[in-house]
């Protein structure tokens, strides 16, 4: 057992320190959230119909959701950079099993999207919202979930790829899309046909549903549209386990 | 003892193409030694440095520490390259890739037979991307030795390193193999350090073209070569040749080398004031001349036009 988590702890604890030593960065996680979460709901809050909530609180848990997206991609950047730098290699050569590479990339993304989503927490009263005590356990387990299954999507894309540019290019097409239809930016209900086709595709929705349904959970917000809840917890579950099993596989076939 | 044996290797393109990197090399590298492997661009001595590392699958062969096989054994390894965490502290690396082989290191646990022979006591708080090249380079044998390894694999270790720098660390990596009992083996172009290993293994086209001391290998070149540079120096050799039963070798048109002579005896046979002769010069034998002897080209020529590539 240790051969397997002292090494995950030590590159996830590698990887909150280069978080923590970068100031940028750890300014941008924090003020990112903030100014997009400011800008989207005074701009969008007459035009978008969110149910019975105001749009800021609705957009509440989908900038969660977009905090957990730009960790993801954030924490896994760092394996084309230590590819590059040189690091890696000394990975690879080491004893560590290859799936605690993957493991610690996930758990160093997720503690860093949970950190920037308790931090981004304390903005609730601005929009007139207390989320009920279930309601913020339960959303932290499922951000849990969602930070891993993002990170390990990032892992799937980044382990193959040898450009921090064109990284970004492909997560910015890929990700970006998918959270501006899972539901967290508008409900989902109402939109045109085609549309409503792409938005039942996305795996996001159902792991966005999933975890607007928690996060709101003992309020008397009522959200319009979405899965079945049944629904929601299998897809997240599953796309969580296919991804985790794809990055694991690919790491230790390479 | 290391025992590679039979190992070869095939480099497989997406087009269908197939190149062979090693094939038929079997080496022995003994404990308490440093055995260097050098070899041309292209020779394959990359390649072999991956296979005993792990860092690719070996398909054909067998690689053994005494008797078991390799991927069993704790190995310590330099890369050429830098494979250090440059935000993160000296103390901070060497920590970190301890706990990757499994070893949780605490400040008194830092062993300071190496901290103290690699001179890193005084740096252990600063943060690698501060530290010179050479200091850097330390930084990774001590995480190479830092796990206790049985074998320890270096690629190119004294990259970037002055001569003083890299004859420091040469003497520290003699040091740790001789006291630890470490099977050492160094993958290098550097000619001037690999005489000074225990054995050298060279490697030409993938295969093994010689394995033996340096001594050895030098044994038939004398004590002294002389070179003789200029134009049209065929002529001048089968002049040699003809008055004489001096061994010569040829590096390209404007290269002669004689060996196991003396300068005198050479200007006994030329004319140095010969308009086609640029400069004679008289030193000792290196490994250089072996390797022109064995290939038919300089090994520091083929080194200089890849730097000036």
Known sequence: MTAFLLPTYSLWSRDLKHFLRQRSRVIGAIGQPFVIWIFLSAGFRHSVDAGTADYGVYLFPGIILLIALFAAIFSTISVIEDRKSGFLQGVLVSPAPRAAIVWSKMLAGTTIALAQSLLFLLLLPLAGFTPSLPGIGLGALILFGVGMTLTALGFLIAWSMTSTQGFHAIMNLLLLPMWLLSGAFFPPSGVAAWLDVVIRLNPLYYVNSLFQRVFFLGSTVALPGGPPLELAIAVSTGLFLLLLFASIRMVKRS | ?309
Request: aromatic share 4%; net charge negative.
């Open chain 2, 1 to 309: 003892m290391l025992s590679l044996r039979d190992i070869a290797h095939s480099y497989h393109s997406r087009t269908g193409g197939t190149t062979r990197a090693l094939h038929g090399v079997s080496v022995d590298a003994a404990r308490g030694a440093v055995t260097a492997v050098i070899g041309a661009n292209g020779s394959g001595k990359s390649t072999l440095f991956r296979l005993v590392t792990g860092a690719l699958p070996l398909r054909a062969g067998s690689i053994a520490l005494d008797g078991k096989p390799v991927h069993g054994a704790r190995r310590g390894v330099v890369f050429q390259s830098p494979a250090l965490d440059p935000l993160l502290t000296v103390r901070e690396n060497l920590r970190h890739h301890a706990m990757l082989y499994g070893i949780r290191l605490g400040d008194a646990d830092l062993p300071a037979a190496i901290i103290d022979v690699l001179d890193l006591r005084d740096r252990l708080d600063q943060k690698v991307a501060t530290l010179s090249g050479g200091y850097q380079r330390r930084v990774e044998l001590a995480k190479a030795l830092l796990t206790g390894p049985d074998l320890l694999v270096l690629d190119e270790p004294f990259t970037g390193l002055d001569v003083a720098a890299r004859d420091a660390f040469f003497a520290v990596l003699q040091h740790m193999t001789v006291s630890r009992g470490l099977v050492t083996l160094l993958v290098t172009h550097d000619l001037a350090v690999a005489t000074r290993c225990d054995r050298v293994v060279l490697l030409e086209a993938g295969t093994v073209i010689a394995n033996a001391r340096p001594a050895e290998l030098l044994a038939e070149f004398g004590h002294t070569v002389v070179v003789i540079r200029g134009h049209a120096l065929m002529d001048i050799e089968r002049r040699i040749h003809a008055a004489s039963d001096l061994k010569t070798l040829r590096n390209g048109e404007e290269s002669l080398l004689l060996y196991d002579t003396s300068l005198q005896d050479v200007l006994m046979l030329v004319d140095e004031r010969d308009a086609r002769i640029e400069d004679i010069e008289a030193r000792r034998p290196s490994l250089d001349d072996y390797f022109i002897a064995r290939t038919g080209r300089s090994f520091s020529g083929d080194m200089q036009e890849l730097i000036a590539a």
